[in-house]
């Protein structure tokens, strides 16, 4: 498509109302669902109400949802004045966005399966205020999208010059991110609802089909067969989801762009540009650390909470990370040696450490009572002692910072480890803090507030931050992402 039908006001694709409703239904059930199985309602609606009477009530809603879609078609219009986005919506209330060229940071494209066979995508774009201000074309042609891309972001690769993949995933990084990624929450989080439903079902109907004549008698071998059955549950559904949004995934870089493809069912396309480029944090969970796997996130200001939607590149081994980190800001090398913190860290993390674990046993004692005979709380005592101990100097020993050329280097952690890597300029405020112990041993903490969120550098040298602190803010400010192009 060429440049000119942009510039006349465009529609969204017919077959975009249908995906809407699709989804708008999938959603609706996905939150009332659980609801419905779980306290019986459903059944309890149906036999109040009776199926025709029902079936009506669906009919109607269902021509209700028709004309709003169509209404919402009607009004839904978008065109190019030169290099500005001009979007006309609103089903009840008329709103229009503008959003020029030079105030793009990212644009991504989703195509779901029931998309594909009428060449339709989902077009997104988010400008410098962040995921907030994301627009959204729920529903336009691929061919309009690329020429919109091609337009807001001219150095986008066109469909006939895709360069070479920088990293592609592996089988072996898809199968380790699933198992050591968050993922295992989100199928957490995923199932939570249904647990109620099924507790109640296995009440109902265990009874009845004689689950103790084939469930071992032992109250602790069940514990220990339950929490391996739902601990493989929720590795495999890692696994699934970890398959489901990276499969496929290349990463290729073009005209200071990179630009990721990935997905199962759903192919998405999302660029980052690396002027607008703030922070890259290197991320390993405990279990990936055992397995040698970790990810990278590339942060931009008001980036999106949602996982799926920010700019991950995963499943990363072999230590690969340094090696893209270099990609993406040239003359960055990984630090050869890091920087720790005072030893009085260890000793406020023991201190703390030694407060929770008092905590804990007093509420123990409240709880039990004369249960547990006084001698053995000697030992008990004990354990938790030894486990502040190696958790406050693990975690001690995971902090630290490296200072290499223009970039700062901050590392955190206890089980897993957080490296966060940032060009000095990039830094919008910082904070110095002492407390009367600081003040005392000649020590503060570093707060960094970047596009983010915050990094915090705990007892390091009063002097060494106040240094830091000046170094950051009096940093030269060429490329920021403050700077806006002519």
């Known amino acids: ?211 103790g004549d084939w469930l071992p008698s032992s109250p ?68 990936g650390r055992l397995l040698g796997c970790g990810y990278l996130v590339c942060h931009q200001f008001g980036g999106a909470i949602d996982e799926d939607r920010r700019f991950v590149v995963p499943g990363i081994t072999q230590g690969r990370q340094r090696a893209l980190i270099a990609d993406l800001w040239p003359g960055v090398t990984w630090p050869a040696e890091w920087r720790g913190v005072s030893r009085y860290y260890l000793r406020v993390l023991l201190l703390r450490g030694a407060m929770l674990a008092g905590l804990l046993l007093a509420a123990g004692g409240a709880l039990l009572g004369e249960g547990l005979p006084a001698w053995q709380w000697l030992p008990v005592a004990g354990v938790l002692a030894v486990l502040v101990a190696l958790a406050a100097r693990r975690r001690w020993r995971c902090q630290g910072w490296a200072r290499d050329g223009g970039y700062l280097w901050v590392r955190h952690g206890l089980f897993g480890m957080r490296t966060h890597v940032f060009a000095l300029n990039k830094a919008i405020s910082v904070d110095v803090r002492q407390s009367w112990r600081q003040r005392r041993r000649g020590l503060a903490t570093l707060h960094l507030h970047l596009a983010h969120g915050r990094v915090v550098l705990p007892y390091i040298a009063h002097a060494t931050a106040l240094a830091l602190a000046d170094e950051l803010l009096t940093a030269d400010v060429r490329g920021s992402v403050v700077e806006l192009p002519g």
């Open 220 to 287: 602790l071998l069940i514990a220990t067969l339950g929490t391996l059955a739902v601990f493989t549950l929720l590795m495999l559904l890692s696994v699934m989801a970890s398959v489901w949004r990276y499969f496929g995934y290349r990463l290729v870089e073009d005209g200071g762009r990179q630009i990721q493809t990935r997905g199962l069912l759903q192919r998405q396309r999302q660029s980052l540009s690396l002027e607008r480029l703030q922070v890259v944090e290197w991320v390993e969970t405990g279990l």
């Open 1 to 211: 498509m060429n440049r000119e039908p942009l510039r006349e006001w465009q529609r969204l694709s017919p077959w975009a109302m249908l995906s809407l409703l699709l989804t708008q239904a999938a959603e609706q059930g996905r939150q009332h669902l659980p609801l419905l199985l779980g306290a019986g309602a459903g059944l309890t609606l149906l036999d109040a109400v009776g199926w025709r009477e029902l079936l009506l009530g669906g009919s109607v809603g269902l021509l209700v949802a028709l004309l709003l879609a169509w209404q919402y078609y009607r009004r839904f219009r978008f065109r190019l004045e030169e290099d500005v986005l001009v979007v006309h919506q609103g089903l009840f209330e008329h709103r229009e966005f503008k959003l020029a060229a030079r105030h793009v940071q990212q644009i991504a494209t989703r195509q779901p399966l029931h998309m594909r066979p009428f060449g339709v995508v989902e077009w997104q774009v988010v400008p410098l205020a962040g995921d907030a201000s994301r627009i959204t074309l729920p529903g336009i042609r691929q061919a309009t999208a690329e020429a919109l891309s091609a337009r807001l972001s001219p150095v986008m690769p066109g469909p006939d010059g895709v360069p070479a993949p920088r990293y592609v995933v592996t089988a072996r990084g898809l199968l380790l991110h699933g198992l050591s990624s968050r993922s295992v929450v989100v199928a957490a989080a995923m199932l939570s609802p249904l647990v109620r439903p099924l507790e109640r079902w296995l009440h109902d109907v265990a009874p009845s089909l004689a689950v």
